[in-house]
């Protein structure tokens, strides 16, 4: 057989997209590159024709995403899914008021930068705990005391 065995090329492809997304994480191409590899071994173990190896590629490819996808929002904790999200990462966290914050406006301190806030009314230097995040406002409630619920951050 001249030039290149599809299901090698299969195969090629999948440890292709395999790399990229260890490259390039983005948490997709390695449900591509598993369709790949998948099609790809099923070709070498039974030689099927190019059209139905598309087919196959196409169902184990949405087969393979819907999968990632339902485990990604049913096993994988809630902070994983936020690793791209800086403002969802915040909710939870202590931080400290700069500019009086009240139902309608305010500003606090989170690390080395400040976050339009608002909520319950919060003096400077007050510290408050981040309960929500709209629109880029850190929406915030005043810290519960020591012994309360969860431990501070």
């Known amino acids: 057989m001249d030039g290149i065995d599809p299901a090698w090329a299969w195969i090629s492809a999948g440890l292709a997209l395999a790399a990229a997304e260890i490259l390039l994480p983005g948490y997709f191409l390695i449900w591509i590159g598993l369709a790949a ?38 096993v994988l904790p ?19 008021v700069e500019e009086t914050v009240n139902a309608d406006h305010g500003r606090v301190r989170v690390a080395d930068g400040t976050w339009p806030a608002r909520g319950d009314p919060a003096r400077p230097g007050d510290k408050v705990r981040v309960v929500a995040v709209e629109n880029g406002c850190l929406i915030v409630t005043r810290r519960r005391r020591s012994g309360q619920g969860r431990g501070n951050r």
């Open 37 to 74: 590899l998948v099609t790809g071994t099923l070709t070498l173990a039974s030689g099927v024709a190019l059209v139905p190896q598309l087919g196959l590629f196409a169902v184990v490819t949405v087969l393979s995403v819907l999968v990632a996808r339902r485990w990604t929002t049913e």
């Open 78 to 96: 809630d902070e994983t899914l936020m690793l791209n999200d800086p403002a969802a990462r915040l909710i939870d966290s202590i931080v400290i």
